[in-house]
């Protein structure tokens, strides 16, 4: 007979983290699943401003090592896996079906996060890793003297162009409104730094090259001018899709795929919980996220306990 967990975690972001460690302290028998390096997208962030208690900032990786770390240190098991399949219900039991094989739990926590979304204009996918990049915390060193380009007006977009600022000759910000969405401080930065030009009211149209990236092609949505660029990097930042495919079917999701719970984080399926950024939630935030954790970990010990 399959050991069977008092919960399983699919996903090993800030949010995951967080429940894997509360629930490990609660004595829960705790499985973690974590499809690469634990960490999430937090993990590729440079530096984190505006998470509690470091007033300096601290390194995304930093941060998520030491919240694995913790999770490990009051029991989680954490396993790396290649993807998760499927999830169902069999009686009091969850099935979380994975790429060769299954876990038995009673209860479920999803914390899958989310992922970049990508942009469909010709060069993007041929250039994928030839110049086409979705993590500058990644690839950013191989641009030093360079020029690049980041599309996107977000918070994300906005950080990793600041951050790009000390590789790159020059970062290009491709955006598509006359104003950036991201928060009042980094627009700030951005529109101060002399390394970064902002292009308005744009469109990415086409990336090409001979191999590598070479060139941009970029239209103005009014004017409907086309302008060239020299550029050996484009960086992608247009928001991101939550990792919720596996729930199809089963877990009610909102018109954008985001999993809808009550306020104890439960979904539509009793004994399944949801939290982060794979969560139909107001803000994505690390800070939100391990709360979120928090709350989902404690109200999965609570269902065990009513159902045991
Ligand atoms: P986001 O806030 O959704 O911003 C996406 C940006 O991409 C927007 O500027 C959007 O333009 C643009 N965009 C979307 N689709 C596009 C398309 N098809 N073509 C061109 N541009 C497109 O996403 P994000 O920056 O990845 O951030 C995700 C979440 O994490 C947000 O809630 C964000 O606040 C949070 N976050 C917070 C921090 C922080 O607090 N330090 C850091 C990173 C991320 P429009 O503006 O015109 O919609």
């Excluded at 440079?46 to 998520?64: C, K, M, Q, S, V």
């Excluded at 690049?148 to 970062?171: D, I, M, P, Q, Y």
């Excluded at 139909?280 to 989902?296: D, H, I, M, R, S």
Aim: glycine share 10%; net charge negative; charged share 25%.
């Amino acid at each position: 007979m399959a050991e069977i967990y008092d919960v399983i975690i699919i996903g090993g972001g800030p949010a995951g983290l967080t429940a894997a460690l509360y629930s490990g302290r609660a004595r829960m028998k705790t499985l973690l699943l974590e499809k690469a390096t634990a960490g999430g997208q937090a993990a590729t962030t440079d530096r984190i401003e505006n998470y509690p208690g470091f007033p300096a900032g601290i390194g995304g990786f930093e941060l998520t090592e030491k919240m694995k770390q913790q999770a490990v240190e009051f029991g989680a098991d954490i396993q790396e896996i290649k993807s998760v399949e499927g999830l169902d219900v069999d009686g009091e039991q969850k099935v979380v079906t994975i790429e060769d094989g299954f876990f038995r739990s009673r209860s479920v926590i999803i914390a899958t996060g989310a992922e970049s979304r990508k942009l469909e204009v010709p060069g993007v996918e041929e250039f994928h890793g030839k110049g086409v990049s979705y993590c500058a915390t990644c690839d950013g060193a191989f641009y030093r003297d360079r020029v690049v380009a980041v599309v996107g007006g977000g918070n994300s977009a906005v950080e990793e162009a600041l951050f790009l600022t000390r590789f790159a000759s020059k970062v290009y910000i491709i955006h598509r409104r006359d104003e950036l969405r991201a928060d009042k401080i980094l627009r700030e930065r951005a529109i101060d730094n002399n390394k970064i030009e902002i292009i308005w009211d744009s469109h990415l149209k086409k990336i090409v090259g001979n191999g590598k990236v070479e060139q941009m092609v970029v239209e103005n949505k009014n004017s409907h001018d086309r302008n060239e660029y020299a550029v050996d990097g484009v960086f992608f930042y247009i928001g991101t899709v939550p990792n919720t495919e596996f729930c199809e079917g089963l877990i009610k999701l909102d018109g954008r795929e985001y999993i809808l719970t009550d306020e104890s984080l439960q979904t539509s399926v009793p004994g399944i919980f949801a939290c982060g950024d794979c969560r139909a939630n107001l803000l994505k935030q690390v800070a939100v996220a391990v709360g979120e954790g928090a709350l989902a970990a404690v109200q999965a010990e609570k269902y065990v306990e009513e159902t045991a």
